[in-house]
């Protein structure tokens, strides 16, 4: 389709645009069931992070369904499609020098793994909020499994519409079980650890 | 870092991710005819801005048809396409706290106008990137008005296609006349003098 592009090689680069926020750019990309955490988690996270003065994109459902991809629906095709956008969004985002934040049910292996391929090899942390479909049902703040189980809502992830587990993703959160705080404090861990993050962090504690 | 960080479970939002930046969001979307100087100017224009301390994106018309628009051609309808996911994008990045600059042929008034009206009250700047048909065709850089006349390239703009000029640009720039270094000049006293950016700048001056 896309004949005669040049790519324009511009003054300022991915490059500049980090070192303007002293950081590496970076995907976080969340997936999950419904109502595991993800959103929330990520969000959390995301203000963690602000705080320590890291310039961040939060990348979901509620900003991006309603209009980049206001014109795509909830079938397979369309669900793929969506989560190709969003990818592209996020390396854009990266190459703007930001550590993007993504949190997409994103049930398909194939299409975690198109956004993987197209960002540069280390840029792309997969976070795996694994709560079981149990856990999610009960909690369904939405009502959208209630929803889903009267056939209101078709195509469902974890109902009529399957989940792919990720097999190797960079981090598992064993969101059934911890916090919200537990788990962020696990993701902050991991980055230092892999020296996506600078040096030294204090743990999160709960306000209440 | 920071000592104590506390979760306070409100989102960072789009204020926030300014305020970091000490900036107002903002997207300064060039259209013109190709050849017409659009990339260019926007890529100094960029160079200046970083230097004075805006952190800011580029998205180009070739970077985003690679990715993102991929899948779209240059008919009518996949222009449209294109230009309207652009402008999500660029509402995105205004979001994420940026000054968003977009360099697009953009050609239908219609769909400037979308991008506008997405956009919160005062954060789209037009920039008409006037040049004739005859200049841009006699600079013609990558050849493609030589290759659409010999009907290489289809739906070509000004050749096949429309261009449809701005009636009210928020600037409009003599590209047929004016230096690049003269444009980003202009385009900074108008940016300074609406109140978009800071007061206090030095006007470009060439450095060849």
Redesign the interface.
Known sequence: ????????S???NSR??AA??SQAPLVIWFTGLSASGKSTIA??L???L????Y?????DGD??RH??CGDLGFGDADRSENIR?VG??A???T????ITLAAFISPFEQDRKIVRD?LPEGQFVEVFVDATLAVCRERDPKQLYAKADRGEIKCFTGIDSPYEAPRNPEVRIDAGRLS??EA?NQLLAYLHASGAL?A????????S
């Open positions: 389709m896309s004949g005669n592009i040049v790519w324009h511009h003054p300022v500049d645009r303007q926020k969000g959390a995301e203000q963690i602000t705080q320590q003065g310039h961040t994109y939060l990348l900003n991006v209009g980049l956008r592209e969004v390396k854009l985002m190459d703007a020098g930001l197209i919200v705080a962020v600078k030294g962090y204090q743990p999160l504690t709960i306000a």
